[in-house]
């Protein structure tokens, strides 16, 4: 009895206090108009104390609701302050709101330079107020936003406005603006400006930008040069602006200035990775940046892991030779010890990158690798285990392409993603084959409430190997899954089939789908529950008939970069040596 009535003191103690209305809102009002009221007047934590009290809420409660109604073009209205009661006064406000003002024909005085007339006609056109709207002063002020913000798509980027003038009819119930705008002259554009005291080649520059010398002014391509610079990532800071009239040429087109803040040029930086499922392993990364002066970044790479080890470097240059296009280079020496093989390579590899839009792309290029590998393989003719050392070389063909419909890189409330990988190969050494390798993701975000406190996310992922057979296709090329990134409650590559020594035995084709239910807990945390499903084929279609399932619990951690995710999951269909669980630490969500 006593541990409840704390219990209930303590509830008492952590529930705010119920907030209730300034001053009660009467009166013969429609539901929308008297809940804008009702936000206009606002709240207050506890009633008053007093009739004086009352009065002085019921007055100010006054002056907000008519500012409000005549905001909404209710330019009769009266509101009168009310106190009722002694012993516990209430404040209220009878409203009358009369007739509501309507919107008679805008008018546009042009304050000479006038536009070209057919500027000047569609300008009009999307002006946005028609004769018999309401006469909302929002409405009024953001048509005249529209008619600056029209002029400056046309080239009138000086445009600018002179104060409005409106007329209040109180015998027809009408308003009438008269917006007066300065458009200003016509923009020309020059080249550009480079005003930055780092190491960027002005030249590079100037050719990112999508004009040529005396088109017309547009900010969409302005905001593009500038998004160009963004996508870089070696600048802290990018602004992009057009300069003002007196620094216009001789032929009175204006430059564009670009200023850059570039980023410390090295920077070292070491991270450490954890998870039951594939081990640990600790990297460390130098990055170079603007080595070349346009905007190049170069990382060098060392990784000691349980499962890849590597000693790389890689090159990225933006924009190469085309804005959009990305030029990646990369070699590395690798050491791949998993459970189905190992491999120590040499790696090298070019690609070209054109992105699509802002957060889409599609790449192509070529992969050559040279190593040896060891190999634990099913020979499916004889159904019998065996192992064999080989040399290879597998000279691959690269194209993919992303596109993202989501809203966030890291942390996805709605939209979807959709990958697809295909990759022609040609393998000599020790062995000679040919094959396709394509994969392909789709992810889906659905928000459950309109504030998507709530997500339901949805994963599927298909892969198949054309034209290959399970023991001439190179081990790391086959398909396997389990683990952090695919099913939940296995270790990496727990999901295959194994042979009689527990070695995983890698597939010809895959299958994998999760759905994810998210839910938001207070500002900072999310509590997740999911199922993933998997399954390996050795066949060139995913066969279903082996499906492993896994399911757990999760926890998020938002950080302004992105959450911070922890999963505890659990296999449902367990093979032999399987764990009882595993957990994932990662940056990120699981997809």
């Known amino acids: 009895m006593r541990l409840g009535l704390i219990a209930a003191l303590l509830g008492a103690l952590a529930s705010p206090a119920l907030a209730e209305p300034k001053a009660q809102i009467r009166g013969e009002i429609d539901a929308a108009l008297r809940a804008q009221l009702a936000r206009a007047v606002g709240e207050v934590d506890d009633a008053p104390a007093n009739r004086f009290e009352?009065?002085?809420?019921?007055?100010?409660?006054?002056?907000?609701?008519?500012?409000?109604?005549?905001?909404?073009?209710?330019?009769?209205?009266?509101?009168?302050?009310?106190?009722?009661?002694?012993?516990?006064?209430?404040?209220?406000?009878?409203?009358?709101?009369?007739?509501?003002?309507?919107?008679?024909?805008?008018?546009?005085?042009?304050?000479?330079?006038?536009?070209?007339?057919?500027?000047?006609?569609?300008?009009?056109?999307?002006?946005?107020?028609?004769?018999?709207?309401?006469?909302?002063?929002?409405?009024?002020?953001?048509?005249?936003?529209?008619?600056?913000?029209?002029?400056?798509?046309?080239?009138?980027?000086?445009?600018?406005?002179?104060?409005?003038?409106?007329?209040?009819?109180?015998?027809?119930?009408?308003?009438?603006?008269?917006?007066?705008?300065?458009?200003?002259?016509?923009?020309?554009?020059?080249?550009?400006?480079?005003?930055?005291?780092?190491?960027?080649?002005?030249?590079?520059?100037?050719?990112?930008?999508?004009?040529?010398?005396?088109?017309?002014?547009?900010?969409?391509?302005?905001?593009?040069?500038?998004?160009?610079?963004?996508?870089?990532?070696?600048?802290?800071?990018?602004?992009?602006?057009?300069?003002?009239?007196?620094?216009?040429?001789?032929?009175?087109?204006?430059?564009?200035?670009?200023?850059?803040?570039?980023?410390?040029?090295?920077?070292?930086?070491?991270?450490?990775?954890?998870?039951?499922?594939?081990?640990?392993?600790?990297?460390?990364?130098?990055?170079?940046?603007?080595?070349?002066?346009r905007a190049d970044t170069i990382k060098f790479q060392a990784r000691a892991a349980n499962i890849d080890s590597r000693l790389g470097v890689d090159l990225s240059l933006p924009h190469w030779r085309h804005p959009g296009q990305t030029l990646k280079l990369s070699v590395a020496a690798v050491n791949e010890d998993t459970d189905a093989y190992t491999r120590t390579a040499f790696t090298t590899s070019a690609d070209l990158q054109q992105r699509i839009g802002r957060t889409s792309y599609y790449s192509y290029g070529l992969g050559l690798d040279a190593g040896r590998y060891y190999e634990n393989r099913y020979d499916p003719v004889t159904q019998l285990p065996l192992s064999f050392d080989r040399d290879l070389v597998i000279l691959t063909g690269r194209g993919s392409a992303y596109l993202d419909q989501s809203n966030d890189p890291l942390n996805p409330t709605r939209g979807y993603r959709v990958t697809l990988n295909v990759q022609p190969t040609a393998v000599a050494g020790e062995d000679t084959v040919l094959f396709l390798r394509a994969e392909t993701q789709g992810t889906m975000y659905v928000p459950i409430e309109k504030d998507a406190h709530t997500v339901l996310a949805g994963r599927i992922r298909i892969g198949s190997i054309i034209g290959g057979q399970e023991l001439t296709v190179p081990s790391d090329r086959l398909f396997y899954s389990g683990g952090g990134g695919s099913v939940r409650g296995y270790e990496y590559q727990g999901v295959n089939p194994r042979l009689p020594d527990n070695t995983p035995r890698g597939g010809l084709s895959l299958f994998e789908g999760s759905i994810e239910v998210r839910r938001d807990i207070g500002e900072s945390w999310q509590a997740v529950a999911f199922v993933d499903a998997g399954a390996i084929g050795f066949q060139e279609t995913p066969n279903l008939t082996n499906m492993r399932y896994g399911a757990g619990v999760g926890a998020r951690f938002k950080l302004p970069f992105g959450p911070v995710r922890a999963d505890l999951a659990f296999p449902l269909s367990p093979q032999e040596g399987d764990s009882k669980f595993q957990i994932y630490i990662s940056i990120g969500q699981a997809f």
Request: avoid cysteine; charged fraction near 25%.
């Open 54 to 293: 009352a009065r002085r809420r019921a007055r100010s409660s006054v002056e907000l609701a008519q500012a409000l109604l005549r905001s909404e073009g209710y330019y009769q209205a009266t509101v009168e302050d009310v106190v009722e009661g002694e012993d516990t006064p209430v404040a209220a406000i009878n409203v009358i709101p009369g007739p509501r003002f309507l919107i008679s024909r805008p008018v546009i005085d042009w304050i000479a330079p006038a536009p070209a007339p057919e500027v000047e006609t569609a300008v009009n056109g999307e002006l946005g107020l028609n004769v018999g709207d309401p006469g909302r002063a929002v409405d009024v002020i953001a048509a005249e936003g529209r008619i600056v913000a029209g002029l400056t798509r046309r080239g009138y980027a000086d445009a600018k406005t002179e104060p409005r003038r409106v007329v209040v009819d109180h015998a027809g119930f009408t308003v009438q603006p008269t917006y007066k705008i300065v458009s200003g002259l016509l923009v020309r554009l020059d080249g550009v400006k480079l005003d930055t005291e780092g190491s960027t080649n002005p030249n590079w520059v100037a050719g990112l930008a999508p004009w040529r010398e005396g088109d017309t002014f547009d900010p969409d391509k302005v905001a593009e040069l500038e998004r160009r610079l963004l996508d870089t990532g070696v600048y802290d800071g990018v602004g992009v602006a057009l300069a003002p009239a007196d620094q216009a040429n001789a032929d009175g087109n204006r430059p564009v200035i670009v200023s850059l803040n570039d980023r410390p040029r090295r920077i070292l930086e070491a991270g450490a990775s954890f998870s039951t499922a594939e081990g640990s392993g600790v990297d460390v990364i130098w990055t170079w940046f603007n080595h070349y002066n």
